[in-house]
């Protein structure tokens, strides 16, 4: 069974930093790309990062470009989200996401069930 | 960036009825589109791929059609279970991939 967990979420303060984890399982996880997808409370879906399985390829959406870095360790079957300068307006649930085939261009199949975000004084 | 449209941004449809929503990119996608629904207090499941290609265990009255800019998400006959928000997303602009705003579908 897939099983994706997220992890590191929390209240931040403006400025400051924090580094999200979603740990992996029940499938071949350097097989995939992978990506990170967040939803503010009572909003849509904004793609945040996507990371190819190699790590040769990433992309960042222009919200977070700069202040973001996705990552990922396939030894650990991990993915990860450094976020730094956290703004008010990154306050979300942030959504793991795992590619649905090995090619890059692939929806996203199975979700974790998100750790939230706060970034309030 | 490649910009999603929906519409309508709400549809309300009794039960057993039909739903049609629409789904539109600011440049073409070719068939890379996929809809997800989401449930409140839930994570996003994958309903179709590829622009009309069920995924694993989604029930036949969903279907997808289009390619291109325009898409559509049918319902044929709406269950209980169908009230929910869909949402389009592109995954041709790798690795820039984005969804629409989505449409909510409640019970007339």
Redesign the interface.
């Known amino acids: 069974e897939v099983q994706l967990v997220e992890s590191g979420g929390g209240l931040v303060q403006p400025g400051r930093s924090l580094r999200l984890s979603c740990a992996a399982s029940g499938f071949t996880f350097d097989d995939y790309a992978m990506h990170w997808v967040r939803q503010a409370p009572g909003k849509g879906l904004e793609w945040v990062s996507g990371i190819s399985w190699n790590s040769g390829s990433i992309g960042y959406a222009d919200s977070v470009k700069g202040r973001f870095t996705i990552s990922r360790d396939n030894a650990k079957n991990s993915l990860y989200l450094q976020m730094n300068s956290l703004r008010a307006e990154d306050t979300a649930l942030y959504y793991c996401a795992k590619g649905h085939s090995g090619s890059y261009y692939s929806s996203f199949d199975y979700w974790g069930q998100g750790t939230l975000v706060t970034v309030s004084s | ?1 490649i910009v999603m449209t929906q519409s309508p941004a709400t549809l309300s449809v009794s039960p057993g009825e039909r739903a049609t929503l629409s789904c539109r990119a600011s440049q073409s996608v070719s068939s ?1 589109l ?1 809809w ?1 629904q ?1 449930k409140p207090g839930q ?4 309903l179709i ?1 590829g622009a009309s290609t069920r ?2 265990g989604i029930p036949a009255r969903f279907s997808g059609s289009g390619s291109g800019t325009e898409f559509t998400l049918t319902i044929s006959s709406l269950q209980s279970e169908d009230f929910a ?1 869909y ?1 389009c ?1 592109q ?2 602009n ?9 449409t909510k579908v409640d019970i007339k």
């Open positions: 960036e890379n996929a997800y989401q994570a996003p499941r994958l791929y995924a694993t928000v949402y997303q995954y041709n790798w690795p820039r991939f984005t969804f629409g705003p989505g």
